[in-house]
């Protein structure tokens, strides 16, 4: 007895081949991942967004005086012409001028002084007894121990901004040496001297 075996074709619609399937999706997914990465530079594709932290700025403040001006000459006797008066031992020599002060800001504290360092006398030590001093009006400070100090506007409180201060200076000759032996005559005696004020300088500067 004879045994006969039979085949019959496989179908040629692809119904038994499921992996075909799964591999046509696996191909596309990956075509997929790869635009997303090279959309994206190299990363993934997502959502993004940024807001800034406030609108608001903040400003800086100012501290400045304007040129001192209208000066003003006295001696102990009354007003002098400087271009025409000639000092001697025993006088007291003041100038007044004016300077606007500008101070703007919230903790804003400047101290305003004068500096007589570079004072050249045309006869040292002549004129080495002289002594120099400031008076300041017109701030909130008045005592001026350890200069004048300077507050800056804070808001609607103005404090010392925008207000006139008047700088007295004051020019002392005594009538003895720093010894006390006469001044004597002849060099070093201040006779026929000068002294160059445009070297006094006021300075107005922030205290930090």
Do not use: C
């Not at 003041?94 to 500096?115: E, M, P, S, Y």
């Not at 005594?174 to 006094?200: C, K």
Request: no cysteine; net charge neutral.
């Amino acid at each position: 007895m004879m045994t006969t075996l039979s085949f019959s074709p496989a179908p040629i619609d692809g119904s038994r081949r499921p992996w075909r399937r799964h591999a046509t999706r696996a191909v596309v997914a990956g075509a997929l991942a790869v635009g997303l990465l090279t959309a994206g530079g190299g990363t993934f594709s997502r959502w993004y967004e940024s807001q800034p932290l406030t609108g608001d700025t903040i400003s800086s403040g100012q501290l400045s005086m304007t040129p001192a001006t209208t000066t003003r000459w006295n001696d102990q006797n009354g007003p002098i012409d400087p271009a025409s008066y000639r000092m001697v031992p025993g006088d007291t020599v003041t100038f007044a001028t004016d300077t606007t002060i500008t101070a703007v800001g919230d903790n804003l504290r400047g101290t305003l002084g004068v500096d007589h360092s570079r004072l050249v006398v045309a006869d040292p030590p002549g004129a080495a007894g002289l002594n120099v001093s400031m008076v300041v009006s017109g701030l909130t400070d008045t005592n001026g121990t350890d200069g004048y100090t300077v507050v800056g506007q804070k808001g609607a409180t103005v404090n010392d901004n925008g207000r006139k201060a008047t700088v007295t200076i004051t020019i002392v000759w005594p009538s003895t040496r720093p010894d006390g032996t006469p001044w004597g005559n002849g060099p070093g005696s201040g006779e026929a001297s000068s002294v160059d004020l445009s070297t006094v300088r006021l300075v107005l500067s922030q205290n930090v």
